[in-house]
């Protein structure tokens, strides 16, 4: 047990190396301004709310899945993404969610698993039923393969 | 004709490499020796071994025109290892000669260049070493790619023009360097990676799709396209001209080798135990089969009903439901029944290399595989089947 609490083990040796490796080197930053995606994230969400007023759920998750926010400074905008697209999950049937993926493109699935995997790490499972997120989990995975559980694990463009 | 299957050990096959005439195989047994082997008849032959690595040999290749093998280690040497007569007895012994790398983390992956006279040590210090013999001081030296990599290579692959070469890197990049050294070299042709070519120009650097490690990379035939597979379970194909990039991604796990049989098809294996089949042109690329026919194999089909449909589910799912299932309904527990844990696949376990077996003219007819379950598979590219009916059950 002590071996684990030596003091040297909380020292920060990155900080001594002259070429560390930080996380933003692993992947393209986000062109766009962090109050600029914002924005967007905000815009979405009312394109949301009319698309789901026209019972539209494939449009709806295809406007909230395109230039997913990502990266650092993006806090606000990645938490109304994902309130967003939560609120589009819980009120698709169940009956209809395989079309719904089917229809989306590969990037969209992709990201819709990221979405996914964060909406069950949250507290409370982001306040809607854990069966709504694992039904859609099933059915993602029936249609993209485990390839897209692997994707989801690997990129660092955190959502 | 159907593959050829060699049990060589129960212990994971980390590297393999054939001689000339595919008539000698050295292979590392997870280990720090190199084993040889010689084919007799249906089967392989334990002959000598080479012990002078401290740690564990990573990587093994066999150069065919001048017969000398190259290893790469965990202990951050390399030897060039030839056979010469001994001294008293006159018997011929594989003999070994350092190689001054000067790397300070292990070595991941060696190649012999086309012509012979270079080879390329793949390393976690963030450099590729490319190594010359120097005829004054009768060693081998390194000269070193380091810029711009960030993380541990951990494959190398070389151009047929002996001078380019790609490498996959943690870094989630493909690059493509030059590896010109004006001592041994002939000034290279003009390509479509570029004209001027000094050593350490970068001619391509390209990012997995999904932020992946790029476990392989591989030049085509001619040299003019590059591909790699990376960890976030696709493939890329690269035509530097525009560049145009074809990515596939895979529903399957990653794929961890690959081997280009034409300039257009590849097959690639990893972590789903069978090797795929891509092919494609400038006009796109997608996945076309799998060399391991699994209704060949043992597998039972009853026990996956209704499975069948979902293709492309992959056999985690499968696996774990039929699992549950039996416990769950029938009170069954599986993990008594031997046939839960083979899989139907010919490979038990993940491919770690695949390499060409048989070369007639510029088309690979014949790959070899290897991988964790200490197999050895010689298979024929021509035998592919299609694979999305039998996704769903892969494993009973």
């Known amino acids: 047990m002590s071996v684990l609490n030596i003091p040297f083990r909380k020292i920060d040796i990155d900080k001594y190396d002259e070429d560390v490796l930080n996380d933003e080197d692993l992947y393209d930053a986000d062109p766009r301004d962090p109050s600029q995606v914002l924005e967007e994230a905000r815009q979405r969400q009312a394109a949301v709310r009319s698309s789901l007023a026209k019972n539209n759920t494939a449009e709806a998750l295809e406007i909230v899945l395109e230039n997913a926010p990502y990266g650092p400074n993006v806090d606000e905008a990645k938490e109304i993404t994902l309130s967003t697209l939560l609120t589009i999950l819980n009120s698709t049937k169940a009956t209809e969610i395989t079309a719904v993926i089917k229809s989306l493109s590969p990037d969209a699935q992709d990201t819709l698993m990221k979405y996914i995997y964060k909406g069950m790490a949250m507290p409370g499972w982001g306040d809607i039923s854990g069966s709504v997120l694992l039904g859609w989990h099933e059915k993602l995975t029936e249609i993209t393969g485990v390839g897209s559980i692997v994707r989801a694990m690997t990129d660092r463009r955190v959502v | 004709m159907p593959p050829e299957i060699f049990t060589l ?10 001689n000339a005439d595919r008539q000698e195989l050295a292979v590392s047994l997870n280990s720090n020796e190199v084993q040889l082997y010689s084919r007799k008849g249906q089967e392989w032959i334990p002959t000598e071994t080479l012990s002078e690595h401290d740690k564990l040999i990573t990587s093994i290749d066999w150069a065919p025109n001048s017969n000398r093998i190259v290893t790469a280690s965990q202990d951050r040497n390399a030897y060039v290892w030839t056979e010469t007569p001994d001294p008293e007895t006159g018997k011929l012994i594989w003999k070994p000669t350092l190689v001054l790398l000067r790397i300070n983390r292990a070595a991941t992956h060696v190649r012999w260049s086309p012509l ?3 080879f390329a040590v793949a390393s976690g210090a963030r450099t590729i070493a490319v190594c010359s013999f120097d005829e004054e001081s009768n060693w081998w030296v390194a000269k070193h790619l380091k810029k711009p990599i960030r993380s541990t290579v951990l494959s190398v692959d070389w151009h047929p023009n002996n001078v380019l070469l790609a490498a996959g890197s943690a870094d989630m990049k493909a690059r493509v360097f030059s590896g010109y050294i004006k001592e041994v070299d002939e000034r290279p042709a003009p390509s479509v990676w570029g004209s001027k070519l000094p050593f350490n120009t970068i001619c391509g650097e390209y990012s997995s799709p999904a932020g992946g490690w790029v476990h392989t990379v591989g030049f085509s035939p001619s040299g003019d396209v590059l591909a790699f597979a990376s960890h976030d379970s696709s493939i890329t194909i690269v035509y530097p001209g525009g560049p145009t990039v074809y990515t596939v991604r895979l529903p399957t796990l990653p794929l961890v080798t690959l081997s280009w049989t034409s300039e257009e098809s590849i097959v690639a294996a990893g972590h789903d135990c069978r090797p795929l089949v891509y092919a494609g042109s400038e006009q796109g690329w997608q996945e076309v089969g799998t060399l391991d026919d699994a209704s060949s194999s043992k597998a039972s089909e009853g026990s996956r009903s ?39 696949t010919i490979h038990q376990n993940t491919i770690t290399s695949i390499r060409p077996y048989d070369i007639e003219g510029g088309y690979v007819a014949r790959v070899s595989t290897s991988g ?3 197999t050895l598979v010689i298979w024929d590219t021509n035998e592919v089947s299609a694979l999305t009916a039998r996704m769903g059950g892969v494993r009973i």
Not at chain 2, 310 to 325: E, Y
């Open chain 2, 9 to 18: 050990a129960q212990t994971p096959i980390t590297a393999h490499a054939f």
């Open chain 2, 116 to 118: 012979e006279n270079k």
């Open chain 2, 306 to 344: 209704g499975f069948g449909s979902s293709g492309g589910v992959g056999r985690l799912k499968a696996g774990a439901f039929a699992t549950f299932r039996d416990a769950d309904s029938r009170g069954q527990n599986t993990g008594s029944v031997s046939s839960d844990t083979k899989l139907n």
């Open chain 2, 372 to 374: 964790v379950d200490g």
